[in-house]
């Protein structure tokens, strides 16, 4: 099993940052699997935000991209999502999700292993 938790979320004005982080334990965990970041505002579908895989390659959403980045620390096993000039639409709950054999990186349904969510507000 894998376990994700996930910090970093808060209150933060518009056009402040934040950086979220993940972090992965877990016998079968592995520095191969692709690690992903989505997000779900109230009433609304979780939706892909960025993703970052085994090699480093990354992929972003339209809307984030050039104000979020996604890196990964491998020997802590952690990811982080920087974010940037947030935006209230930015607002929502923030899961981390690992993926053994991800190949539809913005694809929901490739990833095996989700952590409980991170809350971000963005309110002045």
């Known amino acids: 099993q894998v376990q994700l938790v996930e910090s970093g979320g808060g209150l933060v004005q518009p056009g402040g940052s934040l950086r979220l982080s993940c972090a992965a334990s877990?016998?079968?965990?592995?520095?191969?699997?692709?690690m992903g970041w989505f997000r779900q505002a109230p009433g609304k579908e979780r939706d892909f935000v960025a993703a970052?895989?085994?090699?480093?390659?990354?992929d972003y959403a339209d809307s984030v991209k050039g104000r979020f980045a996604i890196s990964r620390d491998f020997p802590k096993n952690t990811v982080y999502l920087q974010m940037a000039s947030l935006k209230p639409e930015d607002a929502a709950v923030y899961y981390c999700?690992?993926?053994?054999?991800?190949?539809?990186?913005?694809?929901?349904?490739?990833?095996?292993?989700w952590g409980q969510g991170t809350q971000v507000t963005v309110s002045s």
């Open positions: 970052i895989g085994w090699n480093a390659n990354t």
């Open positions: 877990g016998r079968t965990f592995s520095t191969t699997y692709a």
């Open positions: 999700a690992a993926g053994a054999n991800v190949r539809l990186w913005r694809g929901m349904d490739e990833y095996d292993y």
